[in-house]
């Protein structure tokens, strides 16, 4: 049986809402441009590693 009673049935009603707030929007630029530089970060690295592996086993 589920549970009952004013509280359970609040956050019933709540959890059947949804929508998009005031505002929420402004968090896309930002929240892009970080992933972008998280990407752009991790590419980077890569290449590195990769660099610093070829110079190890061209040393060899």
Known sequence: MAPSGWFYDAFAALDEQSGVGLGTSTL???LL???????????H???LEFR???RR???A
């Open 33 to 43: 441009s970080l992933a972008k530089s998280l990407a752009d970060v991790h590419e």
């Open 52 to 54: 610093h592996e070829a």
């Open 28 to 30: 896309d630029v930002p």
């Open 45 to 47: 690295r890569r290449a």
């Open 57 to 59: 086993f061209s040393r």
